[in-house]
């Protein structure tokens, strides 16, 4: 079985500072995906950023980029420029494969992030 | 494009009361997933459905809790009766799940969200 762990239950930041969220996962699978959501204050769940285990490259979206490290088994991830906007439960989540059978989101417990003025 | 639709939002019932969700995915997703979420803990899955077949329940508690998926779209999941216990968060999300495409598992789109309040 899969875990994930986030070890900041909350962190805060200032406005138009960089912020690193913390994540760790324990796995025996050397192919999956890794994944950052975000969820507001209104609790729609979204996709921040998505990682491909197979890819030694990090992945980036915008002001949001991932620092992966396999053979850590740590996956964290860092806001640029962080905005009032980004203030949300940040939660951590795996997923084994696609064809191992599963498509099972594994979720850690969440981050809560409070982006000051 | 409309996202993941969920009815109602809040749902406050006594204890031993049948409660049910509903849940209308992304048009064209094919994959439908209820989450149970705890306050101050993650998403948990209850259960997948691949179109109207139920591939994996093997977290949803049997006794008291039951889904359907008739049609292979929206979806509706129950409990009775309700518990203390079950107050909490039901997540319904879904995915484009193309039957050989694995890529289209991998993005999964959730609702707002049911919250439970069982007194």
């Known amino acids: 079985a899969q875990t994930v762990t986030q070890s900041q239950p909350e962190m805060s930041v200032q406005e138009a500072e960089t912020v690193t969220l913390s994540c760790t996962y324990d796995t025996s699978e050397s192919n999956y995906y890794l994944f950052w959501y975000k969820q507001p204050p209104s609790r729609q769940m979204i996709l921040v950023i998505r990682?491909?285990?197979?890819?030694?490259q990090n992945a980036t979206e915008n002001r949001f980029s991932v620092n992966f490290q396999k053979a850590a088994k740590s996956f964290s991830l860092k806001i640029s420029d962080s905005q009032l906007g980004d203030t949300a439960m940040y939660f951590c989540?795996?997923?084994?494969?696609?064809?191992?059978?599963?498509?099972?989101?594994?979720f850690g417990k969440g981050t809560k992030l409070s982006v000051i003025p | 494009e409309a996202g993941v639709v969920q009815s109602p939002r809040y749902k406050i019932i006594e204890k031993k009361q049948p409660v049910a969700f509903w849940c209308n995915p992304i048009s064209g997703h094919n994959t439908l997933y209820w989450y149970l979420q705890n306050l101050g803990q993650g998403p948990e899955l209850l259960i997948r459905y691949e179109n109207e077949e139920a591939v994996d329940d093997s977290q949803l508690p049997k006794d008291r809790f039951s889904a359907e998926r008739l049609k292979g779209v929206d979806s509706t999941l129950k409990i009775q009766p309700a518990e203390l216990g079950d107050s909490a968060v039901y997540l319904c999300a879904s995915s484009l799940g193309v039957v050989g495409r694995r890529e289209s598992h991998n993005e999964q789109f959730f609702g707002p969200g049911t919250r439970l309040t069982v007194l």
């Open positions: 990682q491909e285990a197979y890819k030694q």
């Open positions: 989540a795996f997923m084994k494969r696609p064809g191992a059978g599963s498509y099972q989101l594994t």
